[in-house]
């Protein structure tokens, strides 16, 4: 039997690596080298650079240069600290604006931390540093001119380590590495303290706990199309949080822009980013105010199918064991995977989310936790601008393709929600003829008076046309229908007739079983029509009654007005239902569904 060839590793890229890894295990910096560096062989003078994006920073390294572990360690680490003292905000640094002014204060700022730190090997000489007064730095610099032994400082060469455009960092970025680099400098004190108090240092269980923080710092650092969502998230990593509400892996709630992830969960950082990432399209595309009526449960699996399906494709992370994915289901959106798995509800009903068998991952409620104040964000705006600039500079910097039913929902979620009776009214517009005046000579006009010598004729809408140009209403009459839902419904019904010139409607009320009113003025539809029946709920026989009536038009549109407690319907013409917002039907309808609010 052959041997198999194993993949060798040359000594320099062993020793950058050996580099990255000694800083990623530093207490200070572990929280910031979420997203490994990439290879960037742009400049032979160049160690590292740091490139600044909208959502996030991206260490780029030279692979052609040689060093020991030692000096690679120094370059990250510098890298690193630009990008947690947010360098690419030249306020950040006392220098007002970004110049190789601003570039060489921000390399003696760090050059300083690094020194005191004592992390790596200087790959080059460094001379003696100014006072830490970086503003009076910078203003006597650009007075007097940069020493020449302060040119050339950072990692770069002589080119700038910060690269890429002020106006386009977003600021929740600049706070997220704040952030991180707050954690960690708290992490060196705790060590340093427990060194002290001589309790035993569980490097390995720490960075074990660590590896979900690790993936959600990808997402700022690597993946843009998510980068925004995961700078404002928050990870809840509790195990009796999660075993007192029976979160077997993760959970999210969207009001409060938090993620609860099980720390017992047992997952590698592949699997944590598919996971994170899960959770926060789950948010960010608003799939808890989607729902509208549906069961909650199987439409939150109908979702978790479409996401993992969008994120196998694109290959964030990896898909862990047994979690919701179907082949048959891609391309779908999650409304019409709902409509398939609702018509088999036991079997699906023994699915399992992310959170666990018969539970949905996404929270209604925030879990009963110390947290601060929101302080009046609007949610919806920050999801929606979260993602929709997140696709643009994703777009536009080239991270690879997007599933085209993933772009569909984030262009959706950027445009305004049409209100149901703005909607209703263009069903009416497309539907419903309007009756086509006819002018005679037989009837005078009304403007006759005002010219007697000249002939006027008159305009009238002739009986036998006016008759075809109407509607048909099922209203259900049945005890759960609530009075608000019936005067919202037949009072748009009422406004968008007389609009359209409809004299009449054919209505038939439907409890136990049709009752027909015949046509109705319109007007009566709104104020005078008193509801008989209050028995059980069966629309079928109404529905068929109207489609064989004689003297209804053979393609009169009907209105189904409901509160969605119903058997399924069959209806055979154009027709659309107008149910309560918080409802939904108990079958996949034929028409549209608009959702009186």
Not at 307 to 321: A, C, K, R, S, T
Request: proline content about 8%; glycine content about 10%; charged content about 20%.
């Amino acid at each position: 039997m052959a041997k198999k060839k194993t993949q060798r590793v040359s000594p320099a890229a062993a020793n950058r690596e050996a580099g990255w890894q000694q800083v990623a295990t530093t207490p200070l910096l572990r929280q910031l080298a979420g997203g490994g560096p990439r290879a960037d062989s742009s400049g032979d003078a160049m160690w590292a650079r740091v490139e600044f994006g909208r959502y996030g920073a991206q260490i780029l390294y030279n692979p052609d240069r040689l060093a020991t572990p030692g000096q690679w360690a120094w370059v990250f680490a510098h890298a690193l600290l630009h990008i947690g003292l947010n360098h690419s905000d030249p306020a950040t640094s006392g220098a007002l604006r970004r110049d190789m002014v601003h570039h060489a204060v921000s390399c003696v700022a760090v050059d300083r931390l690094l020194d005191a730190l004592k992390v790596g090997t200087c790959p080059f000489p460094m001379p003696d540093l100014p006072a830490p007064d970086e503003l009076a730095l910078a203003r006597a610099w650009r007075r007097d001119g940069i020493p020449p032994e302060f040119l050339g400082l950072g990692t770069a060469g002589p080119a700038p380590d910060i690269v890429g455009e002020v106006e386009t960092v977003d600021s929740r970025a600049g706070q997220y590495h704040a952030r991180a680099l707050a954690v960690g400098l708290s992490d060196a004190v705790t060590k340093v303290v427990d060194r002290a108090a001589g309790v035993a240092d569980d490097s390995a269980a720490k960075n074990a706990k660590k590896v979900w923080d690790v993936a959600l710092g990808w997402f700022v650092s690597s993946f843009p199309l998510l980068g925004g969502l995961a700078s404002g998230f928050r990870l809840v990593a509790d195990a009796e949080i999660c075993r007192a509400n029976d979160i077997d892996v993760a959970a999210v709630d969207p009001t409060v822009a938090e993620i609860y992830v099980n720390p017992n969960a047992g997952l590698n950082q592949a699997e944590w980013r598919f996971v994170l990432a899960h959770e926060m399209l789950h948010a960010g595309l608003r799939h808890g105010q989607r729902a509208m009526g549906r069961d909650p449960y199987l439409w939150n699996v109908a979702c978790d199918y479409v996401i993992n399906g969008w994120l196998v494709e694109m290959h964030v992370g990896d898909l862990p064991e047994g979690l919701l994915f179907d082949l048959e289901l891609s391309g779908l959106s999650a409304e019409a995977v709902y409509d398939r798995i609702a018509n088999d509800v036991r079997r699906f009903r023994k699915l399992a989310t992310l959170r666990g068998k018969a539970l949905g991952d996404i929270l209604g409620e925030p879990l009963p936790l110390p947290r601060e104040a929101l302080g009046g964000i609007d949610l919806d705006e920050f999801y929606r601008r979260a993602l929709t600039t997140g696709l643009a500079y994703h777009d536009s910097s080239g991270r690879g393709l997007v599933p085209a039913g993933l772009v569909e929902e984030i262009r959706v979620i950027d445009q305004p929600p049409i209100s149901w009776d703005v909607a209703l009214a263009r069903w009416f517009e497309a539907h419903v003829r309007s009756p086509e005046p006819v002018r005679s000579y037989s009837r005078p006009s009304r403007r006759q008076a005002s010219t007697p010598g000249i002939p006027r004729p008159g305009r009238y809408f002739p009986t036998a046309a006016t008759l075809e140009c109407t509607f048909g209403v099922v209203l259900d009459t049945s005890g759960s229908m609530s009075g608000p839902l019936l005067g919202k419904a037949l009072g748009a019904i009422a406004a968008y007739a007389r609009a359209k010139d409809v004299p009449a409607a054919r209505v038939v009320y439907c409890d136990a079983a049709p009752h027909d009113a015949g046509y109705l003025p319109v007007d009566d539809i709104a104020g005078v029509v008193t509801v008989t029946g209050r028995g059980g709920t069966v629309l079928q026989p109404a529905v068929r009654f109207l489609e064989r009536a004689a003297d209804f038009p053979a393609d009169g549109p009907i209105l189904i007005i409901t509160d969605g407690q119903c058997d399924p319907l069959r209806v055979h013409r154009d027709h659309a239902y107008l149910i309560p917002a918080h409802a939904g039907l108990p079958f996949a309808p034929g028409g549209p569904v608009f959702r009186v609010v």
